[in-house]
């Protein structure tokens, strides 16, 4: 029909609703004004494009923002006029990134998510501490830093605004070649909110890195907010200078105990089987040992998880396998052997036979060979000018091992803390919620989420980019918990992928429920319209309130084409 054009609204009025319940846009343009009044396009809107373009998952690149934005109705999403798609182009993007570089993505992440914590009401009494990676293709100028300087350059990044170090470590990703930067991020335990992130070098060691968080940043947190915090953490968390800075702080933790400990290796050995007390989650039994550990008492819970066990047997076997191979050549390797002495050749034997593990030998003998320095046969009665000796060795696999190894680290792990009131039961529950940060993690490691943001060529905007994905993951989780919080309080329900009526939707399949909402212009009319917003649409409104509406209203008339 001439005289009517259509633009996409679909979910991107419930990003802005929250983008703006939350005060990103104003708390970016307040810390980073643009300085130009020419300027259409300020920080705090580039942000929010990056932020809908990431929860957009339309998997456009950066530079192809403007096209994402060719049919959107911006206007409606950003209340002005004058804006217009080619204004989110690379440029602008850039300059804003290289902006939040400059001011510390850090230190303003921080503000925000402490508005956003206060506007929903929540409080960061229990936290979760983790580390994930990303993977980056190419050669960045600060590739080549010496490993041995890192501790130099992270004291020069605190006097100056340095980047990240872009290079090789310890890969999550199962990239251990390419070159990689780190993300450092706190996430809050009841909605899953990131409340601090810190992009770092992609060699740091996340041991290292966790007790000078534990020391700088969740101490100045637990006396921001005036209440006591629980950390709850992977194994990294568990060591001796992490553990004096929760004692020293008073603050509660949960973490797993590395298996490398001797404490650890000391409990997996001498256990006692019958002690295993089943806890109401039949799949987990549980032992509790108090110990006394870098000058706090605290609780080591051995669990033997059934879940866990058949995976691990295979695993272990796999490992058995591997070690008998290896083990099976040595007894080959010692066979072929030559020694010019029976104590070189017993002194060998027991020597190689030290460690062995998954073969035992049934049998063993020593045969000695003449060697003569005359070439072909011997003459009669020829005397030998020296003896050789070579074992003969008769092994069989042992299959105890195994069963030993299976009995010992399949199912089992050993989760510490210092807060004596948790049973096992809850103790593990709560160990359990650390997959809200590896939510987030998935989240941000999606294909549909921010596609290229590891292809910038710039370490300063890498930094900026980290950030914006925290942000999105930010948005994300604010309006899942709202959704969720709004239908217990208010006793609804809302339908699921199958039609069943739960309290606990995803955001994202709320977003797939506002697919295909568009602003209708009717030219001749000089009206506008908000087309497809269905009952399900208008429950999620009526449950989010008043910001949210703002968006899939309109006026039905216009003075002139285009005109809210």
């Known amino acids: 029909m001439n005289g009517v054009k259509t633009e996409s609204l679909d979910h991107y009025g419930l ?16 810390e980073l004004p643009v300085k130009s009044e020419s300027k259409i396009v300020t920080h705090g809107m580039a942000v929010a494009a990056m932020i809908l373009n990431g929860l957009g998952y339309a998997n456009k690149q950066l530079y192809l923002t403007p096209r994402f934005f060719e049919k959107k109705a911006l206007k409606q999403l950003f209340g002005s006029n004058t804006i217009e798609a080619k204004h989110f182009n690379k440029e602008t993007l850039g300059r804003t990134l290289d902006r939040l570089f400059e001011y510390g993505v850090t ?35 600060n590739q080549e830093t010496d490993t041995q300087e890192s501790e130099a350059i992270t004291e020069e990044k605190e006097e100056q605004r340095v980047p990240v170090t872009i290079t090789q470590g310890y890969s999550r990703d199962h990239h251990p070649y390419l070159s990689q930067v780190v993300l450092n991020l706190i996430v809050e335990h009841q909605a899953g909110i990131p409340i601090w992130m810190q992009p770092a070098d992609g060699n740091q060691v996340d041991t290292q890195a966790f007790a000078k968080i534990a020391k700088e940043h969740i101490t100045s947190m637990k006396n921001a907010f005036d209440t006591q915090i629980k950390v709850i953490s992977d194994a990294a968390a568990f060591t001796s200078k992490t553990m004096q800075e929760f004692k020293k702080n008073n603050m509660l933790f949960i973490s797993r105990v590395p298996a490398k400990l001797k404490q650890t290796k000391e409990i997996l050995q001498n256990y006692n089987k019958k002690e295993f007390l089943s806890l109401a989650d039949k799949n987990y039994q549980a032992i ?3 110990v ?8 080591w819970i051995l669990y033997k998880s059934s879940y866990a066990k058949s995976r691990e047997d295979k695993t272990v076997e796999k490992e058995y396998q591997k070690k008998q191979a290896q083990e099976s050549k040595l007894f080959a390797k010692l066979q072929r052997t030559a020694y010019f002495c029976e104590a070189d050749a017993n002194k060998a034997l027991k020597e190689k036979i030290a460690n062995i593990e998954t073969v035992s030998i049934t049998s063993k003998k020593l045969i000695t060979k003449a060697k003569y320095k005359t070439k072909g046969r011997p003459k009669p009665n020829a005397t030998p000018d020296h003896y050789e000796y070579y074992w003969e060795i008769e092994t069989q696999t042992n299959e105890g091992y195994l069963k030993q190894q299976q009995e010992q680290k399949s199912g089992l792990f050993i989760l510490a803390t210092n807060d004596m009131n948790l049973s096992a039961g809850e103790l593990l529950d709560e160990y359990k919620s650390q997959q809200r940060v590896e939510r987030g993690f998935r ?3 999606s294909p549909q989420f921010l596609s290229d943001a590891m292809f910038l060529k710039s370490p300063k905007r890498i930094e900026a980019m980290l950030m914006i994905m925290t942000l999105s993951l930010l948005v994300y989780s604010a309006l899942e918990y709202k959704i969720r919080r709004e239908l217990k309080e208010q006793h609804k329900t809302f339908p699921n992928q199958l039609g069943k009526p739960v309290q606990n939707p995803t955001t994202r399949w709320v977003f797939e429920n506002f697919h295909e909402i568009q602003i209708v212009f009717i030219e001749e009319l000089k009206k506008q ?5 269905l009952e399900r649409n208008v429950f999620i409104l009526d449950l989010l309130g008043v910001i949210y509406w703002r968006y899939y209203r309109v006026e039905e008339k216009m003075e002139k084409w285009g005109a809210q």
């Open 288 to 290: 509790k040992y108090t």
């Open 292 to 299: 006394e550990y870098e000058g706090m008492q605290q609780h």
């Open 529 to 533: 319209v908000v087309a497809n917003l």
């Open 107 to 141: 230190p303003l992440y921080e503000k925000i998510a402490k508005k956003a914590l206060e506007i929903l009401g929540l409080v960061p009494s229990t936290i979760h501490l983790d580390s994930t990676s990303f993977h980056l293709d190419g050669k960045y100028a």
């Open 15 to 30: 990003v802005m609703g929250m983008i703006q319940e939350i005060g990103i846009m104003d708390v970016i343009d307040q």
């Open 443 to 445: 989240f941000l490691k």
